[in-house]
């Protein structure tokens, strides 16, 4: 039976080949890990749109609903 290969893993900062055994892991060096921090820090990554929950709404308006009777 043929071993599989893991699959190549990318530096997401410089998209250089990663192992998973190396020290800086998942990123390929020191300085690709601050970059990456610095873009966190400085509010680069962010979620596209708020999240909401539209099940406490419904939950609050159908509580007002019940008292009717």
Do not use: Q
């Amino acid at each position: 039976m043929a071993r599989k290969l893991p699959p190549n893993l990318k530096c997401p900062t410089c998209r250089k080949t990663v192992k998973s055994k190396d020290p800086e892991f998942p990123f390929c060096s020191d300085r690709c890990r601050l970059i990456d921090l610095g873009k966190w820090a400085s509010g680069a990554y962010v979620i596209s749109s708020p999240l909401t929950d539209t099940s406490e709404d419904e939950v609050s308006s159908g509580a007002d609903h019940s008292d009717e009777d």
